[in-house]
C-alpha cells in the first residue's frame, strides 16, 4: 500500500467512526421528575397523573405539546423545554411554568 492510500484508507476510517459515534454524542437525557427543577415545578411525565389539589390551575387540556415552551415538533413525543436546559420533557407532561401556546 502506498502513502497516499494508506493516509486515504485511515481518514476514512476515522471519518466512518466519528460519523457512527454523532447521534450518540447528540442524543438528549430526558427530564427525571425525581430531578430538583422537576420537582420543583411539579413536572410530570403525564398530565393526567398531575395532583389537582397540589396544583388546582392545572387544567387536563395542559400539556407540554401545546405549551409554548416546548420546542419539539407537533409529532415529537419528546422535545426541548425552556425551562429544563439541555433536556427532554414528554409532549403529554406538564409543569405549573405552563402557557398555552400561541395560535
Request: aromatic fraction near 10%; charged fraction near 20%; charge should be positive.
Amino acid at each position: 500500500m502506498t502513502p497516499s492510500a494508506r493516509r486515504r484508507f485511515i481518514v476514512r476510517v476515522v471519518a466512518a467512526g466519528a460519523a457512527t459515534a454523532a447521534p450518540a454524542a447528540f442524543a438528549q437525557a430526558h427530564v427525571d421528575e425525581a430531578d430538583e427543577q422537576a420537582v420543583a415545578l411539579g413536572y410530570r411525565h403525564d398530565s393526567a397523573q398531575v395532583d389537582g389539589k397540589k396544583y388546582p390551575k392545572h387544567d387536563v387540556a395542559q400539556h407540554c405539546g401545546n405549551c409554548s415552551f416546548f420546542q419539539g415538533k407537533p409529532t415529537d413525543a419528546w422535545g426541548g423545554c425552556a425551562m429544563f436546559g439541555r433536556k427532554h420533557i414528554a409532549k403529554t407532561g406538564w409543569c405549573m411554568a405552563w402557557a398555552k401556546a400561541p395560535g
